[in-house]
């Protein structure tokens, strides 16, 4: 690694450049209509809110990768789990729901995770003979005991106004107070599995990380006293205007007159500006406290150790701790864009979180970007959103114009019908090939 | 008599399905062990592998099928089987040459070979996409069962059936000729033996002459069969869903870690493990439980509900990561 990261200085304009162009895109993407760009700023707004989110994601991987080379596959899951934070927060509490069995629930999972710390404690406790038959009876008991608690209560929850709700419901707070709430759900899942997959080689975090994301989605989708599954959480609060209420305010419908735009197209673009500032000005805090830390006497030992662990290690410095801690940190930054995400998106689908879509393009963006750059993985989140979500409609029409001299039959209709599937294969070839020609991304770390 | 009953149910849903679905993590496994043992890297990309493998099988068992090529009681995808294994290692052998070589020369950290993987794991998936789109397949033809639940009952007098089907026979039978295959490969021919001095000790092996492209090569080509037979047995015996198969990386990964990465015997040994862990937790074992004389109430008797079983591979590979992190055949752990 070491190899690659203290290479020739880069140009100092290339960041500003490449933001520029990006610019530019969105720009053109709101202004021109052709084959390449729509031509309404509704989309190019849209396209930009998700970019910024993906921006923020990127932004917390490239902590883990970047400061401190861990491998997290399971991007997914912290994202996932703090997209569960708006659930709970924000949304308005169920009838009922905590009645039929809220306290047994939380008694529950108490017992559970109990379990747990009093089966590491008896490990360390007991004496050595005992040590197996002893955490077997503890593991057992609590496991019935949870199960006896837990049971009863899902099925009471569940029957609970089942067709509308079946689930615990929220408490009713404001949604921006769920962002931090879901950095705190990822940090804690986080910390779990970099507790104990730390320290070992590198690549047993990035399996342990896969399976810990596999199971956050599996719970998500499954547990229906939560969130209700897979019947997914609607109407989550937003913390910015409604359009049809602009719609029916007689000033905002002058304003637009007055501008020469209808009230439905204005509003939103209003309303997505709106979400463009708070994710912006969210994107751009993370970065400056990113950029601080980086040069503080924390940052630099952050780096001296992932360019060489051994020698940290024998100055004196902790690398597992700080592995832990920055892994920690990474993943909550990853959880609190996750429910930036939901918020935006007024919805929790858990059958959206596609690790392809999830863990591996913010991947993609993270390399791209410039692994150990803030900015450049913030850029290369933006930009990535952006060809991902256009190369849906690019695909189709350059097959089309490829395939256009081929006479009409089954080769051509099977072609043109998995062109959508043609951007996967254009992210892999594009992450192999900066990986292998421009290893430090397009903003090098300096 | 109702012991017989139990031990029946006990075969039925829990020995035979863990066995066939033990046998094809076990082949999975083998290969990401290899390539593990020989390039020093976790391959993401052998889910996919064994997705674009299967994927190719099934087109060329489609064409066997046009062309009115059958195998009577066996399926057809056996004899698409060692075309399929031709191109699947033609394709990673283009892979390597084009991606992983390149950070082999150069020495890089395991880390960004992984990386690389997490690449063609892209490119595979797309190209699998593209093959063959992304909907559940069957492709079993020929006789559906050895046992079936109706004859099996009709001869014993039982009250419970047991059902036997070909693909779990040829599951197993398949994998117990690819694993003699492999490991005579490995312990008595000279390429075997230079591909474990390799894995042993690469320095050591580049001093007595051996050829490490060479061994590099064979890795991939063993691979590649070993990754599309045990797609092809997934699918047979299952069905062929190219996420499903990327789903597979983790008790995949798992079975290999179990039995420690690097060792073969260990690769076989976890697949069974994690398999047969999987479907003993998630199994309801209610009807067991009545014919041995127990009465168990409402309670299904089901430690976690199937949807969960990915929670199994991790559980296993939680423990053996807190207490032996090399295995339980003492794996690398460099």
Redo the contacts between chains.
């Keep these: 690694?070491a190899?690659?990261r203290q290479a020739e200085a880069s140009h100092p304009f290339r960041a500003p450049v490449i933001f520029a162009i990006l610019v530019l895109l969105f720009v053109l993407e709101g202004t021109t209509s052709n084959a390449l760009f729509t031509g309404s700023w509704n989309t190019s707004l849209a396209i930009l809110n998700m970019g910024l989110i993906s921006a923020v994601m990127a932004l917390g991987l490239n902590m883990q990768w970047g400061y401190a080379?861990l491998?997290n596959?399971g991007v997914v899951g912290f994202i996932a789990i703090g997209g569960l934070a708006p659930v709970l927060i924000s949304v308005a509490p169920v009838d009922g729901g905590w009645g039929a069995g809220g306290p047994r629930v939380m008694l529950a999972l108490i017992v559970g995770l109990g379990t747990l710390a009093l089966t590491a404690l008896t490990w360390s406790r007991a004496p050595r003979n005992w040590r197996v038959p002893a955490i077997l009876a503890v593991l057992i008991a609590g496991?019935f005991v949870y199960r006896w608690l837990f049971d009863h209560a899902v099925v009471a929850i569940e029957a609970n106004q089942a067709a509308q709700y079946g689930n615990l419901g929220g408490l009713g707070l404001p949604v921006l107070l769920s962002w931090p709430v879901g950095a705190l759900f990822a940090a804690a899942a986080a910390w779990g599995v970099g507790k104990?997959?730390l320290g070992?080689?590198?690549?047993?975090l990035?399996?342990?990380t896969?399976?810990?994301g596999?199971?956050i989605v599996?719970v998500l989708?499954?547990e229906e006293w939560l969130a209700r599954g897979v019947k997914n959480v609607t109407g989550i609060p937003r913390p910015v205007p409604y359009e049809i209420n602009l719609q029916q305010d007689p000033d905002f419908v002058q304003r637009a007159a007055n501008w020469g735009m209808n009230s439905a197209e204005l509003s939103g673009i209003w309303v997505k500006l709106c979400y463009a500032g708070l994710f912006g000005a969210v994107l751009i805090l993370l970065i400056v406290l990113a950029e601080l830390s980086l040069k503080s006497p924390w940052g630099r030992m952050m780096r001296a150790i992932r360019d060489n662990e051994t020698a940290a290690e024998a100055m004196g410095k902790d690398v597992t701790g700080r592995h832990l801690q920055i892994f920690v940190i990474g993943s909550a930054v990853i959880g609190l864009a996750g429910a930036m995400m939901i918020t935006h998106d007024g919805l929790m689908a858990p059958t959206q979180y596609n690790?392809?879509r999830y863990t591996?393009l913010i991947?993609?963006m993270v390399?791209v970007g410039g692994s150990g750059n803030n900015w450049g993985a913030a850029l290369g989140g933006v930009l990535i959103w952006f060809l991902w979500i256009k190369a849906e409609s690019w695909g189709p029409q350059l097959i089309g114009l490829l395939t256009s001299p081929l006479p009409a039959g089954a080769i051509k209709t099977h072609l043109l019908e998995?062109a959508p599937?043609?951007?996967?294969?254009?992210?892999?070839?594009t992450?192999?090939l900066v990986?292998?020609f421009a290893?430090r991304g397009l903003v090098p770390e300096k | 008599m109702e012991i017989l009953n139990a031990i029946v149910v006990f075969l039925n849903f829990v020995f035979i399905p863990a066995a066939a679905y033990g046998a094809q993590l076990a082949l999975g496994a083998l290969g990401v062990t290899l390539i593990y043992g020989i390039l020093r890297?976790?391959n993401?990309a052998h889910g996919d592998t064994m997705a674009f493998g299967t994927a190719i099988t099934i087109l060329l068992t489609w064409g066997l099928q046009t062309i009115g090529i059958s195998l009577g009681p066996l399926p057809t995808a056996l004899l698409a089987l060692p075309f399929a294994i031709a191109l699947c290692a033609v394709a990673l052998l283009a892979t390597d040459r084009a991606?992983y070589r390149?950070y082999r020369r150069?020495k890089?950290?395991?880390?960004?070979l992984?990386?690389?993987s997490?690449?063609?794991?892209?490119?595979?998936?797309?190209?699998t996409?593209?093959l063959i789109?992304?909907d559940e397949i069957r492709f079993d033809d020929g006789a559906r069962f050895v046992i079936d639940v109706r004859s099996f009952r009709e001869w014993s007098g039982l009250s419970e059936g047991l059902a036997l089907r070909s693909t779990q026979v040829i599951t197993l039978v398949v994998a117990v000729l690819v694993v003699w295959a492999l490991f005579w490969f490995l312990n008595k021919t000279r390429s075997g033996k230079a591909m474990r001095a390799y894995s042993d000790n690469e320095d050591l092996a580049l001093l007595s002459g051996i050829d490490p492209e060479r061994v590099v090569r064979l890795t991939w080509i063993i691979a590649a069969g070993l990754a599309t037979i045990a797609g092809t047995m997934y699918g047979l015996d299952k069905a062929f869903k190219p996420f499903n198969y990327?789903?597979l990386?983790?008790p995949i990964?798992?079975a290999a870690?179990v039995g420690g990465l690097g060792s073969p015997v260990g690769a076989i040994a976890g697949g069974f493990i994690v398999a047969f862990s999987e479907v003993a937790v998630t199994y309801p074992w209610k009807r067991v439980a009545e014919y041995l004389g127990f009465d168990t109430g409402s309670a299904m008797l089901q430690?976690l509900?199937t949807?969960?079983k990915?929670?199994v591979?991790?559980v296993i590979?939680?423990i053996v990561?807190?207490f032996r992190?090399t295995g339980l055949f003492r794996g690398k752990?460099?």
């Design positions: 690694m190899t690659t080379g491998f596959s496991f104990v997959a070992l080689r590198s690549d047993y990035a399996i342990a896969l399976g810990i596999e199971i599996a989708k499954n690790p392809l591996f991947w993609v390399i998995s599937h043609m951007r996967f294969i254009a992210m892999g070839t992450l192999l990986l292998r290893p | 890297f976790s993401f991606v390149f150069k890089s950290d395991p880390i960004i992984v990386m690389a997490v690449g063609v794991m892209f490119v595979m998936n797309g190209v996409r593209l789109g992304v990327f789903q990386l983790l990964f798992a870690i430690l509900s949807e969960y990915f929670a591979s991790f590979l939680i990561l807190l992190p752990s460099v």
